[in-house]
Each structure stands twice: as C-alpha cells, then as structure tokens.
DNA sequence: GTTGTTTTTGAGTGGTCGTTCAATTATTAT
DNA sequence: ATAATAATTGAACGACCACTCAAAAACAAC
C-alpha cells in the first residue's frame, strides 16, 4: 500500500558526494543541497535525518569507491607492487575527473573538521586508516615483511595526501604525471631498501 | 589630538591566525574573534576591513613567518642541503607547538577555498608557490643545477605536504618522528640521484 | 577645562543557516 | 472507486551569520 519513493538513494547520494567534496562540510548549505539532490528539505531529512548524517554517508561511499578502486587495480597482478605504482601514476590522469576536486575528500574532511573535536572528522581518519592498512596488506602480498609494510604504508600514504592536496593547485599536466611518477619511483625504491 | 589605538595590531592578528589556522575560514565566526581579538565588531570592521581582508592579513603573516623560520634554519650553515633536512626533521617536534592544528595553514585554506573560485585560495597557493621557490633557491645554494633544483623542490613540498596533513591524525610522537626522518632521507636520496 | 579628533561601543540590520511539521500528493491494495 | 499508507511539499521557526552606524568615550593639544 504504501507509496515508493521516487528519487534513488544511490544517485541521491553520489550527487551529495560531489557537493560535499568540491565544498567540504561548513560551506555546502541545505539550499545546495536541495538543488543538486532535486529534493525538498522535508524529504532530505526523511530520508538521511540530517545534514550531518548525509555527509558521513557520501563520506563512507566515497571511501568504499577508493577502496574498490585500489583493490581492484592490484587485483590478478603477477607484482602487486608494480600494480600499486601504476596506480600511483594514474593519479595524474584523474584530471579529467567529474568534479575539479582533486584533493582527498577524506583528507580534506581531516583537515576541516579534525579528528578530536568531530565526530566525522574522527570517521574520516578512520577511513585513512583503513586505506593505510590495504596498502600495507597489498605490500605483504609481495612478501615484504610485516613492518616493513606498515612502514612503507604510512610513507606512501603521506605521499598520496601531499600528491593530491598539490594537485590542488593551479599546475599543468605535464607536472602532475612527472609527481606522480616520482611518488611510484619512491615507492619502488623503499621496497628495495626496506626490505 | 587623536585618540590611539588601544589594542596592539600585531597581537590581534596573531590571534586571528590561531583561530583561523584552527577552524579555518568558514567555520570561524565574527563572534569567535570578537571573543580572540577582545574587540567589539565596529572596531574589527573599522582595523582589518572585513572578515575575509582579516583572514589575508592572518594567512600573509603566517606565511611570512613560516617563510622566515625557513630561512633562519638554513641561514649560515655548512650545507643547505643538510640544513633543510634538519628542518624537516624538526617538523615532529612541532607537535608541542601552541595550537593543535599540526597541517598548514596555507593548505587547509588552499583545500577549504580552492585557487579558482576564491581569492583567499589564490592567495594561499601563491604563497605556497612562493615557499616552494624558496626551497629550490636553498638547493641551488648546494651547487644543484637549476631544474633539479625545481622538481626536487616540488617533490619536497608534496612531501612536506602530506607530512603536516598526516600529522592531523591521531598518531604518536614516534611515529611522527619516524615519518619526518624518512622524509629527511628521502631529500639527501634525491639531492644525489638527481644532481 | 575646553575643543578637536579618533576609537570604541553594542544594539540593530537584513539575510541565511539547519531544521520542523501539518498539509498535500501519489501510489498500492482492496 | 475507495481506503490505507507513505513520500513529498514548502511555509515557517528560532538561531546565528557577517556587518553597520549613531552615540558615547578616550585621549591630545591648547
């Protein structure tokens, strides 16, 4: 009996992605919201109880879309490390992305909000983490060592946050290929050397 | 026969570069510097303009004056090369600093603002392009070639970058320590290979 | 003490914020 | 058709936003 909803969550809430992540949290307001979402406020609040509670949503979407893109890029590769750099060298193709956003949403959620005094700034580190640990995972893959790997994880995530936040700035694509290949350069060699 | 201003300049706007590096641009509200500043609204518009001219003169004077430890670090020493790596080092021990906001200022507005739709964010990209180009003088001072110089600059900020974004989350001093030395070594490793 | 100049004050501006909710509309089941 | 149910609407809410300005206060010069 009842009547369906007519809008789709999914798309619903990728569109909310897109907003949340060009803006951050502060500066997207309900009214943009209401505009890219083609809904109401009444049936925003409905259906995802608040702003809040829509933004660690397309948080968690967009953090699971980054973990299914990593993990599938190194998946069935005979060197999982060879995959993570040419994933690292595709960061600079990401130009070309739908939003002109190239920082980590997760990062930049991090650095708005901060970890202790928000609770989506503490689910957005959470995130981080988790991406940090599938690196490390991905390196064990390859027979490094279990320190080694955490190690090199965390190296590599501090390259991707620098990577992404310098993207960020008004630099052609010839420099954003040239950093990114770098990053994959540094990778390969700490695995050289840690090992 | 004028009445002097009561309030010292530079002190305020001191303050107003804690708040702002804290919270950032948006989240920062008249009413929290008011509170910073102790001034009343009339005498804020009436010194600094507006909330956003306010925000300038903070992200000029934060810059300025991480522009000139820079400097101070690396001035009369041996080697500039091992000086800048000293000065990357001592990035984990500004963990004890006075505020809690460990990523720089100028990114996080870079990432709040962007460098197209904001003027404040133009700024701040200037500003960090402005740091990097201080960083390939310092290499060039080592005797390295001009366009090494450049990208390894590049490189260095990318790492410096992530290294203060990454410094945002909930980690250890060790750790901290730990990435800052890596990054140190990662320089000395590529003030060889690319010479 | 008086005058001249400037700073400081703080109540008040219109606007926007996130949010609510009673009324309306749309759909399904009978 | 009709009834039952749920989704959608949009006007309205109090709170807060950045900001203004006429009045009051504070100093310097005489």
């Keep these: 009996m009842p009547r369906p909803a007519k809008f789709d969550r999914e798309t619903a809430i990728g569109n909310a992605v897109q907003l949340f992540w060009q803006r951050g949290f502060s500066a997207t307001s309900m009214k943009d919201l209401e505009l890219a979402l083609n809904m109401r406020p009444g049936s925003i609040y409905a259906s995802f109880g608040s702003k809040e509670q829509l933004f660690g949503m397309a948080l968690e979407s967009y953090a699971e879309a980054s973990l299914a893109r990593l993990t599938e890029q190194v998946a069935n590769k005979p060197s999982a490390i060879q995959a993570l750099a040419g994933y690292l060298r595709g960061m600079?193709?990401?130009?070309?992305?739908?939003?002109?956003?190239?920082?980590?949403?997760?990062?930049?959620?991090?650095?708005?909000?901060?970890?202790?005094?928000?609770?989506?700034?503490?689910?957005?580190?959470?995130?981080l983490q988790r991406m940090e640990a599938t690196f490390a995972d991905i390196l064990q893959r390859d027979g490094i060592p279990r320190a080694s790997a955490q190690r090199i994880a965390s190296r590599l995530q501090v390259g991707i946050m620098g990577l992404r936040s310098y993207f960020q700035r008004d630099i052609g694509a010839a420099q954003k290929a040239d950093l990114a290949n770098a990053l994959a350069d540094d990778l390969l060699f700490w695995t050289q050397t840690y090992r």
């Design 92 to 127: 600079a193709d990401e130009q070309a992305e739908i939003p002109p956003a190239q920082a980590c949403m997760l990062v930049k959620t991090l650095l708005e909000l901060g970890h202790h005094a928000s609770e989506l700034g503490a689910r957005a580190e959470a995130l």
